[in-house]
């Protein structure tokens, strides 16, 4: 490389490492016009199409430079690359070629391990962050990424004291205050009142740095007849249960009276990307955009209505919200407890998830739906709910699909109780983490400990959505788990003609199943406590002729409920942001009044 070209990299670099991405762009450029093997330009400018989101160019560029003169670092962020293109598995490998060229190297074992944690090898991927860490124990992103690993391991008080740790290095990194404060919501230890004093702190820090705005001209405007603009920012516009959630609701809502913009923070869409695009009037990425360039926005877009969809759940963008970009400013459908985000006005809800009695665990102030904070959108499938299979079997078969963190100890205490009773029964379980053999074999014998032994007990990892959903025709009823219920569980069973026994908590977390159930009916399927929960367990698989009338007909009985019709639910949700919109525009008449 002449002297010339090199210091050209070293100016490219310069710029690249202050974040002026469009001008070390043009330099390598230039420099590949005249060097198209220069390794070095390869991967820098691959590195800037990751950053910007287009890894399918940053993999053709750093494959390149990685065959031409290979380094550590190539390797590792062409595992980056490939990780954002859901290629685990080669991953997996570049992130082992960059230790075999650096053994030291603790990035890439922090990435290792998360992209193992992706293809829900927990086991392996604890051990990648443990090295990390006996590497540099003071590394705060591996410390939340162990986090992350023991919370999917259910492990919540290792993972409250990794998060803790990172924070204790790095206090001001948003992203892991808001894992700290999702692992609290389903910590049962951890009260209504702890977990509003946390959210708070992480109010706190983001109004901190937040210049909120004061006035919108929009707002002071002539009110009449106006359509109301609402702004959805969230992560999950994909194939995802907010996705499953939102996309019916979309079909629905009156444009007449509402106009929708979408704030997308994530790079990546799919299938139920595009078909929900339609109903936006606009579209707009907001990944890699500071939070305040993302206020100016929403802010000059006219927004009227501002609804976060994700809470402290991944990619969310909270942060934004303390800027008080819209006038009204709306937590729904994606979080289950408080955000403590002083700029979010109200949160959307059902009285049966959030009694009245609950609104001081909470910063947000209550709108309530009238019949349910939720609406399913049902398999695109002909699936139909098969026969009770207790009447072929002669033994009742319960199942279970939820995610491995949701079955805690006290879950399992209470399940041994209810096969205890039942010897007859199976139980089948289902969820990504038990792809990991590990993990399933650590929760056989947890379930074994507990009184449920291994013959009643089939485990599967997972599955397309047809053969999950396929699945349901082997189960009589689903149990829920506690404190954190099922949500896209829960209607998929129900659609499937399979009732969901659930105990009701005392956090909008913990009574989701009861709002769920008691919205279409089954209000005979909630228990209050424990005991009553094992108590309805043995009744119910006693009582066969409920259960061959429910998968008869349960079908079309939830479909004539708000939870499932989407028509009724969107006139309901419109009435609801007018309903916000109309109190915060009274508040804001008597504050100028005084």
Not at 376 to 391: C, R, W
């Amino acid at each position: 490389m002449s002297p010339l070209t090199l210091q050209e990299l070293q100016r490219a670099i310069s710029h690249h490492q202050v974040g002026e991405l469009s001008k070390a762009k043009v330099i390598y450029q230039k420099i590949l016009k005249v060097m198209p093997d220069n390794a070095d330009a390869l991967h820098y400018l691959g590195l800037i199409y990751y950053q910007t989101g287009d890894s399918e160019s940053a993999v053709t560029l750093i494959s390149k430079a990685v065959s031409i003169s290979p380094t550590h670092l190539m390797h590792s962020n062409l595992g980056a690359a490939l990780q954002a293109q859901g290629r685990h598995d080669l991953a997996v490998e570049n992130y082992q070629a960059a230790i075999a060229l650096k053994a030291d190297y603790v990035d890439a074992y922090n990435n290792l391990g998360a992209a193992l944690q992706e293809q829900g090898k927990l086991a392996e991927s604890i051990k990648a962050f443990q090295k990390a860490l006996a590497l540099n124990p003071n590394d705060a992103s591996a410390q939340n990424n162990m986090g992350n690993a023991l919370l999917s391991q259910g492990s919540l008080k290792e993972a409250l004291g990794c998060y803790r740790s990172s924070l204790s290095l790095n206090v001001d990194n948003l992203s892991t205050h808001s894992n700290l404060l999702l692992a609290l919501s389903y910590y049962p230890q951890c009260t209504p009142a702890q977990y509003l004093e946390e959210a708070r702190v992480f109010g706190k820090k983001v109004l901190a740095i937040a210049r909120p705005y004061m006035v919108w001209p929009a707002f002071l405007a002539d009110r009449a007849e106006k359509k109301l603009r609402v702004g959805f920012v969230s992560g999950d516009f994909k194939i995802h249960p907010v996705g499953y959630f939102l996309e019916n609701i979309l079909k629905y809502l009156n444009p007449s009276r509402l106009e929708l913009v979408a704030y997308s923070t994530e790079l990546k869409e799919d299938e139920l990307t595009t078909r929900i695009r339609p109903y936006f009037k606009a579209w707009h990425i907001i990944s890699g955009l500071s939070d305040g360039l993302v206020a100016q926005k929403i802010y000059n877009d006219g927004i009227d209505i501002l609804v976060d969809l994700s809470g402290h759940t991944s990619k969310n963008r909270l942060a934004v919200f303390a800027w008080k970009a819209a006038p009204v400013q709306v937590s729904w459908l994606g979080f289950f407890a408080s955000t403590g985000v002083p700029g979010i006005d109200f949160l959307l809800t059902d009285s049966i998830s959030v009694p009245e009695d609950q609104r001081h665990y909470f910063s947000e102030k209550f709108y309530y739906l009238p019949e349910t904070r939720l609406c399913f959108t049902p398999p695109d499938s002909d699936l139909m709910p098969g026969l009770l299979p207790v009447k072929q079997n002669n033994y009742i078969t319960f199942g279970c699909f939820q995610n491995l963190s949701k079955i805690n100890n006290a879950v399992i205490k209470v399940w041994g109780e209810i096969f205890k009773a039942l010897p007859m029964a199976k139980l089948i379980l289902r969820n990504k983490q038990m792809s990991c053999l590990e993990e399933k074999a650590n929760l056989l014998q947890r379930l074994s400990l507990a009184g449920v032994s291994r013959e009643q007990i089939e485990i599967g990892g997972l599955l397309t959505r047809e053969s999950y959903l396929a699945t349901y025709a082997d189960i009589d009823i689903m149990l829920d788990t506690f404190p954190y219920p099922g949500g896209t569980t829960t209607c998929e069973a129900l659609w499937m003609g399979v009732p969901t026994l659930t105990l009701s908590g005392n956090t909008l977390l913990g009574r989701q199943g009861a709002s769920l159930l008691n919205c279409v009916g089954l209000q005979d399927w909630i228990a209050q406590d424990e005991e009553e929960y094992i108590t309805k367990a043995i009744q119910h698989s006693a009582n066969i002729a409920l259960l061959s009338a429910l998968r008869e007909n349960l079908r079309t009985q939830i479909l004539e409920t708000a939870l499932f019709d989407a028509s009724r639910f969107a006139k309901q949700f419109e009435d609801a942001m007018f309903g916000m919109w109309e109190q915060t525009l009274s508040e804001e008449s008597v504050d100028l009044s005084c």
